[in-house]
């Protein structure tokens, strides 16, 4: 594990807080510009943080996860985040992009060659959190197979109910792709040899020829190796399959302590999940994600939160644990994760504009001025960053 | 009647013989910063748009990859998202295949485009119905032929009523009154037919033209009717007179029986252009350029296309192959459309072609793989473009270079002024979106109150 522990913030609408574009900072009539992003990304990206991540869906959100509704008080619409993250590519220089591309009716093609492009356009700072799609409401806008509703009391036990474990088993499929489309062209393939008039080494182009129970896909991808080789590959995951699909396929796994768990138990499940499909090679790193309302210089977090709860009419609730209160308050807690293992914390403002400034202007100083988040900035790839190995070989390379 | 306006798109170039990737000054195919180069470029030279072509498999020859052209490219609408960051009035259009992907996905991406450039989002729409391709998706190469436009129609279709399902008003954003949207039911959409059936309601708002602009190829009668009933602009194939005045002209009328002006499609063929400070100069430049993209193994490449089978034993500065094509064989050359369909006749016809001109192989492949590019000193250019869209040849042209990325310098500092002097080119934008940059008419904000 490395010394210092990441961070990064989760971006999505307003906020976190159903009622965060009701704020007076919030800008809600220009959540859908370029502009309001930019801003976004280049405060955190001034902030040092580690990485980004970007909401997505191919359904509108809901107000409860299990079903659709026809609300008008809370925020609705998203822009694609693939193509929001490459809006920002040429804006920002060190902060890592990860946008969420959804895996269950979309081609591993399209995802691989997307997220390939990411890391070329933003010189090797792509990632990408992988999401499955369960909801009915998504299948329907592609019409191409059912999913059947569930209810959260379907969600008995520490698992999935058995329609969802074999999403899960299509999702590991999907990454496992993405990855050999991403390995399909070794780094020197490209070598316009002008004397040979030889654009390519052929020999270094290979097709994936991936068969599993779900899919086929022959490549290679049309898209040469990233820069980072293996761009980050994320996942959100609050039970058992979904941890297992993180252990099989990604990098980084965002946990919900507090919801899934006691901390230090979500890392227990985390390393069992790992155990349990034979992870080698790199570990696994575990991110904690935090909804953050901070103080501010008018106002405190909890104040801040019990007025946005008045404002929705509702309490609060989240899939993780809900922080209110001081920057120091919130190194407290941070501290104490990351003593626990947690090699990061995703930041979730409540409040998007608001709660990032005041994770940039006082949370980052106040764990800088801790020893626990890296002092200086550095440039260079989102594995860098991350401390992830930035030399990555290829599967199909000769040995 | 005022003179019309040149409308100049710029295309990258790529993956085919005519990129000169073997150019002393020839940069990375991959690196944004060759995007982003030209784009900038195209926008100093107050274009209209940049385009991008896509493919979705590497070209093979004989189950092995092509090595002797660029190969590669990065993803269409990545691009664009990130050119979207560094220009502000250049269109940015892509090619996006109707076969390999999924409306509701499409349109969001396209209409996600169209708010993150602030309007100037255009799609050009291909159909596939290669089985090879199709190899690389999940639902593989789904489509039948014959369905190739009925799959387009309805991509099309489906995508337009996704991108008409939210008002602009919708997005109320009022947050005193607590009321984000104006309705329960933004974005709701049903849609059926042969092609797909989807309901739900689609996740982006109103993007800032409406809808992005579309754009097609076609020659066909059908083709024409497809593009002349749905298309705001269509590719022409001809580049220069006769001809090309009377695609114009049918296209123009085509879009009239359908309820349009003439004016809501324009007529656009690409070009490649070569300039010299004399005529004598630009014309050697040209049959330099013109040797160097077509080598001897490229000239039997480019031949194996069509006669569907190993040419390699032949002399490219002989005759032609003695051998007839192959025209129920696997194919040969997979991955890259098709440019003849009758393969024996083609045959038949360039061997009396050959005969009539005493062309060699090579000779034959210059001649018939012509793209009919400006080729002159910066006036001589600027003339022919201008006097061929006076002449209602087309409303302007999509100009690219062999050289990437710096290719399309010279003609902006050089050909753009004279454009500009002769009336015939904006000197600032006047516009935001590219539908203002192409004189196309504003949709209406609210098409949902509209037809109610």
């Known amino acids: 594990m490395s010394e210092h522990l990441h961070l990064g913030v989760a971006l999505d609408g307003a906020g976190w807080h159903p009622a965060a574009w009701r704020e007076p900072g919030a800008r809600p009539s220009a959540l859908f510009t370029p502009g309001y992003w930019a801003g976004l990304a280049r405060t955190a990206e001034r902030g040092g943080l580690d990485l980004l991540t970007i909401e997505d869906s191919l359904a509108l959100q809901t107000h409860d996860a299990f079903r659709s509704d026809d609300r008008t008080d809370e925020v609705r619409g998203r822009l694609d985040a693939l193509l929001t993250a490459s809006l920002l590519a040429p804006l920002t220089s060190r902060i890592g992009l990860v946008p969420t591309v959804t895996v269950t009716h979309t081609e591993p093609f399209h995802v691989s060659k997307g997220i390939a492009t990411l890391d070329h356009t933003s010189l090797g700072r792509a990632g990408w959190q992988v999401k499955v799609s369960g909801r009915p409401a998504e299948a329907e806008h592609v019409g191409r197979r059912e999913i059947r509703p569930v209810a959260q009391a379907d969600l008995v036990g520490d698992g999935l109910p058995p329609q969802f474990v074999e999403l899960f088993d299509e999702a590991a499929d999907v990454v496992e792709v993405v990855r050999r489309l991403w390995d399909s062209w070794e780094d020197d393939a490209e070598i316009r040899d002008v004397a040979t008039r030889r654009f390519l080494d052929r020999d270094k182009v290979h097709a994936v020829d991936f068969e599993g129970r779900f899919f086929r896909v022959r490549g290679p991808s049309i898209v040469p190796r990233p820069p980072q080789g293996q761009p980050v590959v994320t996942a959100l995951a609050h039970r058992r399959e979904p941890y297992e699909l993180a252990a099989r396929g990604a990098d980084l796994v965002f946990v919900t302590p507090g919801y899934a768990g006691p901390a230090e138990q979500v890392l227990a499940d985390v390393a069992a999940a790992a155990e349990r499909v034979g992870r080698t090679g790199e570990p696994l790193q575990v991110w904690a994600d935090l909804v953050v309302f901070l103080d501010t210089p008018t106002e405190s977090g909890a104040r801040r939160k019990a007025r946005l709860e008045e404002v929705s009419g509702a309490e609060y609730t989240s899939d993780t644990t809900v922080f209110a209160g001081s920057a120091a308050e919130a190194a407290d807690l941070i501290g104490s994760w990351h003593a626990l293992g947690y090699h990061g914390v995703r930041l979730r403002p409540a409040v998007a504009v608001d709660d990032l400034a005041a994770i940039t202007g006082d949370l980052v100083p106040e764990l800088r001025g801790r020893g626990l988040f890296r002092p200086d900035e550095q440039a260079g790839s989102l594995r860098a960053r991350l401390g992830l190995p930035t030399v990555v070989p290829n599967r199909y390379a000769a040995v | 009647m005022s003179r019309k306006q040149v409308i100049l798109g710029a295309y990258l170039g790529g993956v085919n013989h005519h990129t000169a990737w073997w150019h002393p000054e020839a940069g990375s195919q991959i690196d944004f910063s060759s995007f982003e180069h030209t784009a900038r470029t195209a926008e100093r030279g107050r274009f209209d748009f940049f385009f991008l072509a896509e493919g979705l498999a590497l070209r093979e020859r004989d189950g092995r990859v092509f090595d002797q052209d660029i190969v590669g490219r990065p993803d269409t609408l990545p691009v664009l998202a990130s050119l979207a960051a560094v ?152 580049g220069s007179l006769p001809e090309a005045a009377e695609f114009y002209r049918d296209v123009k009328a085509r879009a009239v029986t359908f309820g349009r002006s003439p004016d809501d499609i324009k007529i656009l063929p690409s070009a490649s252009f070569v300039l010299g400070d004399t005529e004598a100069e630009a014309q050697e430049l040209y049959r330099e350029v013109r040797n160097q993209q077509v080598t001897g193994k490229t000239a039997l490449i480019l031949l194996e296309q069509i006669w569907n089978r190993d040419l390699s034993g032949y002399d490219p500065e002989g005759p032609l192959p003695d051998v007839d094509p192959l025209p129920d064989a696997p194919p040969f050359i997979q991955g890259r459309a098709l440019v003849q369909q009758d393969r024996v006749g083609t045959v038949a016809r360039w061997r009396e072609i050959a005969e009539a001109k005493k062309l060699n192989l090579r000779e034959l492949v210059l001649d018939q793989f012509e793209r009919g590019p400006f080729v002159g000193t910066p006036s001589q250019v600027a003339e022919k473009i201008d006097s061929f869209v006076q002449a209602d040849g087309a409303d302007g042209v999509i100009i690219g270079s062999h050289l990437v990325p710096t290719g399309l310098d010279e003609f902006v500092d050089r050909v753009v002024p004279l454009l500009q002097e002769r009336g015939s080119l904006r000197s600032e934008y006047t516009g935001t979106t590219l539908r203002d940059n192409l004189g196309l008419p504003p949709l209406p904000a609210n098409p949902g109150k509209a037809v109610s």
């Open chain 2, 87 to 238: 220009t502000t009035h250049l269109g940015l259009a892509g090619t996006i295949n109707a076969t390999f992907n999924e409306p509701y996905e499409l349109a969001r991406q396209l209409a996600s485009l169209d708010h993150l450039s602030g309007g100037r989002a255009a799609w050009n729409v291909v159909t596939s119905f290669d089985a090879f391709t199709g190899q690389n998706f999940r639902r593989g190469g789904f489509l039948d032929r014959s369905q190739r436009y009925e799959r387009a129609a309805e991509m099309i279709d489906a995508v337009r009523t996704l991108w008409d399902s939210w008002d602009a008003d919708d997005l109320a954003a009022d947050a005193a009154a607590g009321r984000f949207l104006a309705r329960p039911d933004a974005g709701a959409f049903d849609v059926k037919g042969n092609q797909f059936a989807i309901r739900g309601r689609f996740t982006v708002p109103r993007s800032p033209q409406g809808r992005p602009v579309i754009l097609q190829a076609g020659v066909s009668p059908e083709g024409r009717d497809f593009a002349a009933s749905r298309s705001d602009a269509i590719f022409s194939p001809y």
